[in-house]
């Protein structure tokens, strides 16, 4: 145990002795009241660790993540709780969160998710212009290597936008290399 663990448990273990020492002293005054007391601590420190030990299961079931079927190679993206598909792709090498994006022609790229998968942004020159839904921003062209399940595309051109988006889209340059592109039952379902 480090030093920092130590200080921890010990600082706890004071806490414990003092709520300790205050459920004693009002036993001895209100003996009903204080089993009540107890009974109500204990019943939250019970919901406490139970909650924990079912935090994964609750959060697969609020916040479900994409999947890969084994049999078919399908991606399967659950709707996200704001109405879009999330999904992770490897980026140079580099997991990358995308929102996925049927309207954006290509994978646009955010200043800060280019900078974590190794584009200098110093380097990048802002030649191009798209036209969003907040209007026109300046682009910068790259080349990046993306893999989503089996299917990969190296040097694939994409956008780095100068505004700095909320979140990277994955646009039609790189969801066309798939041969079915399906929405049902809430889920975003692509088929290599």
Do not use: C
């Amino acid at each position: 145990m480090d030093n920092g663990s130590l200080a921890s448990l010990a600082y706890l273990a004071l806490l414990l002795l003092a709520l300790a020492g205050w459920f004693v002293a009002q036993a001895r005054r209100k003996p009903g009241q204080t089993a009540q007391h107890a009974m109500i601590w204990g019943l939250i420190f019970v919901a406490v660790i139970a909650g924990a030990g079912l935090w994964g299961d609750i959060r697969r079931t609020v916040l479900p993540q994409q999947s890969i079927a084994a049999d078919s190679g399908q991606i399967i993206v659950p709707r996200g709780p704001n109405g879009h598909y999330h999904l992770t792709a490897i980026v140079n090498g580099t997991p990358l969160r995308f929102v996925v994006d049927t309207g954006a022609t290509d994978v646009v790229l955010s200043t800060s998710d280019a900078e974590r998968v190794g584009i200098d942004l110093d380097t990048l020159v802002y030649s191009g212009r798209a036209r969003t839904a907040n209007g026109e921003v300046r682009i910068a062209p790259v080349r990046i290597d993306i893999t989503l399940g089996d299917t990969q595309a190296r040097g694939l051109r994409a956008s780095v936008n100068e505004d700095d988006l909320f979140q990277s889209l994955l646009g039609m340059s790189y969801l066309s290399r798939f041969s079915r592109v399906e929405i049902a039952r809430g889920e975003l379902i692509l088929t290599p």
